[in-house]
């Protein structure tokens, strides 16, 4: 099984990049199956119904959120429902939606758990007990399980991928916009990357335009966030996974700058 896992896509800039890269980044690594964590797709914070449809429509079968699930209201409407999206599992019990899914593709399941890190981030159930129980839940229908941890600390992000190594195929870390050079694949059989980084827009400061946050750091002062123009950027990892242990034989980053979106 060939999995591609496309990082945080930001904006309008990183839908149109993806639009623009997927075919062709499918055709070149045979993909199999393409994930992508869409919780900045749009304006930057949250996603909306006719945006996840966009991100299907390019040839995405699973969308992953974060942090920024809820900033607009509309999910509410659409993420119980919708079957190929999922928010971190670790909310608390009765939050809409689901934090994991299980896809099948030519007779391999695929299971996909979301998660999201409490070290500098919102006070939340703990990501390692609800991986165990998310993983329990599923693994007798998937040969193949990939984890998007979407945390701050590389620390967490890490321990994690110990924790979970041979239990899942793959620990993918999402959230800082800055892709790692530290992917690899674990012990017994698992890949890891602390961060897949970002598709959007690649002249800003995680996105957003370098005037506006330099702007914040100098003053101290409430600013408001807009989207850099300019140069973009795609950052994904190729996973290689055997289906039937489910064990990842190769991780491969992916990174291709964009002149123009």
């Not at 598709?199 to 003053?219: R, S």
């Not at 807009?226 to 996973?239: F, M, Q, R, T, Y």
């Not at 489910?246 to 980053?253: A, D, L, Q, V």
Request: with cysteine; aromatic share 6%; glycine share 10%.
């Amino acid at each position: 099984m060939k999995l591609l896992f496309i990082g945080d896509i930001v904006g309008n800039a990183g839908r149109s990049i993806l639009k623009e890269q997927l075919p062709d980044i499918k055709r070149q690594f045979s993909i199999d199956v393409c994930i992508a964590n869409g919780e900045n797709a749009a304006g930057g914070r949250g996603i909306t119904y006719l945006i996840a449809q966009e991100i299907y429509d390019c040839g995405v079968d699973i969308i992953t959120l974060g942090n920024h699930t809820w900033a607009r209201k509309e999910i509410k409407n659409f993420i119980t429902s919708d079957s190929k999206i999922i928010r971190p599992a670790n909310y608390p019990k009765g939050v809409p939606g689901k934090g994991c899914t299980i896809l099948s593709m030519n007779g391999t399941s695929i299971g996909v758990i979301n998660l999201l890190g409490r070290v500098y981030m919102d006070s939340i159930e703990c990501p390692f007990r609800t991986a165990e129980k998310e993983i329990n839940a599923i693994k007798k229908q998937c040969s193949i399980i990939i984890v998007d941890i979407h945390a701050e600390a590389t620390s967490e992000k890490a321990a994690l991928a110990y924790f979970l190594d041979g239990k899942v195929s793959a620990v993918l870390g999402t959230h800082t916009h800055v892709q790692t050079a530290d992917e690899q694949i674990l012990k017994n059989g698992t890949a890891f990357i602390s961060d897949v980084g970002m598709t959007g827009p690649a002249e800003g400061i995680l996105g957003v335009d370098k005037e506006i946050v330099l702007e914040k750091f100098l003053t101290s002062l409430p600013v408001k966030f807009e989207l850099a123009e300019g140069k973009g950027i795609l950052n994904a990892v190729v996973l290689n996974i055997d289906n039937n242990t489910g064990k990842c034989n190769e991780i491969t980053r992916i990174q291709k700058k964009i002149n123009h979106y």
